[in-house]
């Protein structure tokens, strides 16, 4: 069964970038969209972004557009989430999550969920 592991997240002071990373062994991600949700403390789960298994297109949510960027390197088997000007509200735990279906997958983030889910990383931004 596919496992997703995420990794990259952190302490960080505002306008600081990380990147997180989502991995997974056995499995190939090019096979999967890919989403990247987060909670913060007291808050729902939201969608943050994500990409396309057949033509790569990529979803930002309004709140991070501009700043943060997801991209997949095949070779590595990762999808990453490039997180750039980093601000205290981005404070969360950050999940990556896939998919085999063949939905675009602004559907899946909002409509029709997602089928494996990652443990999360906790991202921290504070001065």
């Known amino acids: 069964q596919l496992q997703l592991v995420e990794s990259g997240g952190g302490l960080v002071q505002p306008g600081g970038s990380l990147r997180l990373s989502c991995a997974a062994s056995e499995f190939t991600l090019d096979h999967y969209v890919i989403g990247w949700f987060r909670q913060a403390p007291g808050k729902e789960r939201e969608p943050v972004s994500c990409?396309?298994?057949?033509?790569?297109?990529?979803y930002i949510t309004d709140s991070v557009k501009g700043r943060f960027t997801i991209s997949r390197d095949n070779a590595k088997n990762t999808v990453y989430l490039q997180m750039n000007d980093l601000k205290p509200e981005d404070t969360a735990v950050y999940y990556c999550?896939?998919?085999?279906?063949?939905?675009?997958?602004?559907?899946?983030?909002?409509?029709?969920?997602?089928?494996?889910w990652g443990k999360g990383t906790q991202v921290t931004v504070s001065s």
């Open positions: 999550a896939a998919d085999e279906s063949n939905y675009v997958c602004y559907d899946l983030l909002y409509y029709y969920g997602m089928d494996v």
């Open positions: 990409i396309n298994k057949n033509d790569d297109r990529v």
